[in-house]
């Protein structure tokens, strides 16, 4: 059987905690991105090969149970003991997985290493220390509204970091324009920073084109607080959507299983999406305090230049970013969402 399967060269590195953060910590903030991404969280069982090609692509799971569409069809599958030793959240919609028939039924035998992820800490007395709710993603839409609930620049500039974390492009789709007049100027920002800003409206079909365009053939992910309209975006993209999520779950008739409301759904123009609420609570998985500068860009570049080398931008004098801030070279509001973030992440540390 192993003669057979494609020799492919391992090309993801595991993960290790505290020796990526000695790497990692580097002001050469492309490197220190790329450290983050492809990234293994199990190795297969020992009679599978380490290179084994994936067969199957995750659409939803539970704890034992998962939807797996491979074959040419969608089938619930068992998830092998060893895979289950690792904690139940080894799965995750979007991950290429190995499902093999034994004695006529379909099991979930490994799982491919991800090349993108989005996750949080698991709580404190969770099983598993890390709660992955999409793997594979090539798109994060940030959503956020112009109006109703008022555009806060600052609550999406988290999603943005947990993109960059997680290895996936973040898109940030401002919706209901039909609300406003014009554009928050506060855009601009994000556009300088290399970002795609699409501005949407369910009411009257602006941007949907774009969207749509931006997204073709993608695996994506939309994120962004209650009420920005993330379910109507997602059915003015497909207005059949709810009526076909509620057909596979009749015609499957074991649907009580998947208890995980992550579910993967295929659209048209090749674009799938990983529906989660999950999201919402997005954690800075593997992001330290100190680290959060490295993931604002413009504060990043500025900080080459403060006094110290370990300038935390808070407090320190001859500091270079908050002099930057003063001259109006990196937006108000950015720094202060970085001074924000940093200080949640103490928080958590603290507790
Ligand atoms: P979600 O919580 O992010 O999924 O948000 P929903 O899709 O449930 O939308 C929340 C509310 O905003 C609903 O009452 C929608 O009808 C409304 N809404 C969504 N998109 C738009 C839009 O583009 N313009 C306007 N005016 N209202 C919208
Ligand atoms: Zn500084």
């Known amino acids: 059987m192993a003669g057979e399967r494609r020799k492919k060269k391992r090309r993801v590195r595991e993960k290790d905690w505290d020796h990526r953060h000695e790497d990692a910590f580097t002001h050469d903030l492309r490197r220190h991105r790329r450290t983050d991404t492809a990234i293994s969280d ?56 190995l499902v093999e028939a034994l004695d006529g039924e379909p099991w979930v035998r490994a799982v491919a290493p991800r090349s993108s992820k989005l996750s949080r800490p698991g709580g404190e007395h969770a099983r598993v220390s890390e709660q992955i709710f999409a793997a594979n993603i090539d798109v994060l839409v940030v959503v956020a509204a112009a109006a109703k609930p008022a555009f806060k620049p600052g609550l999406v500039d988290r999603y ?13 789709c401002i919706n209901k324009m039909d609300l406003v007049e014009k554009e928050a100027p506060e855009l601009e920002a994000y556009r300088e920073l290399g970002i795609q800003v699409i501005a949407t409206s369910c009411e009257t079909g602006e941007g949907l084109d774009d ?76 992001v330290s305090p100190e680290e959060v500068a490295f993931y604002f860009p413009e504060i990043a570049e500025q900080a080459a230049a403060c006094k110290f080398r370990d300038c935390t931008h808070t407090h320190e004098p001859d500091c270079a970013v908050r002099q930057a801030v003063d001259d109006a070279q990196i937006p108000r509001l950015r720094f202060e969402s970085f001074l924000r973030i940093r200080e949640s992440l103490h928080e958590a540390l603290g507790r």
């Open 42 to 97: 199990a190795a297969p069982a020992p009679d599978i090969p380490e290179d084994f090609e994936p067969n199957g692509l995750v659409i939803s799971h539970s704890k034992k149970w998962a939807f797996v569409q491979w074959d040419g069809r969608e089938d619930l599958c068992r998830i092998s003991e060893y895979l289950l030793e690792r904690g139940a959240t080894i799965l995750a919609p979007g991950d290429r997985v």
């Open 211 to 286: 969207l749509r365009k931006a997204l073709r053939g993608k695996l994506c992910v939309f994120a962004g607080h209650s009420g920005v309209g993330k379910s109507s975006l997602l059915n003015s993209l497909q207005p059949e959507l709810d009526l076909e999520t509620r057909e596979v779950s009749e015609a499957t008739q074991r649907g009580k299983h998947t208890t995980s409301a992550a579910r993967l759904y295929e659209l048209d123009d090749g674009l799938r999406i990983i529906d989660t609420p999950g999201i919402r609570q997005l954690g800075l998985w593997g």
């Open 160 to 172: 943005l970091i947990a993109a960059e974390v997680g290895g996936v492009v973040p898109i940030l």
